[in-house]
């Protein structure tokens, strides 16, 4: 059965949904990193820590989670980063 695929917002590669990290906002519009790839939310998808660093500065977390956010995309963006740091 082929994977459904996303794209990472940092490379912009098209790649299996399960080689992908899937980051969402929650109801409250914190950012989580969603291990399950299951939790409803508005969601992004990046390949790792190296296409953290592009999305961050194609400022394309903003893009993806517009509006929808509580935090500001500067605090968005950190949270973001201390995730996935936290998975390499
Ligand atoms: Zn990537």
Redesign the pocket.
């Known amino acids: 059965v082929a994977q459904p695929t996303r794209t990472?917002i940092?490379?912009g590669?098209k790649k299996p949904k399960g080689a992908l990290v899937r980051l969402v906002l929650d109801d409250g519009g914190q950012p989580l990193l969603d291990r399950s790839q299951r939790q409803k939310g508005r969601g992004a998808y990046?390949?790792g820590a190296g296409?953290l660093k592009s999305a961050l500065k194609r400022k394309a977390f903003g893009r993806a989670f517009r509006g929808k956010a509580a935090l500001d995309p500067a605090q968005v963006e950190a949270a973001l980063v201390a995730l996935v740091d936290k998975t390499s």
């Open positions: 990472c940092g490379c590669e990046l390949c296409c």
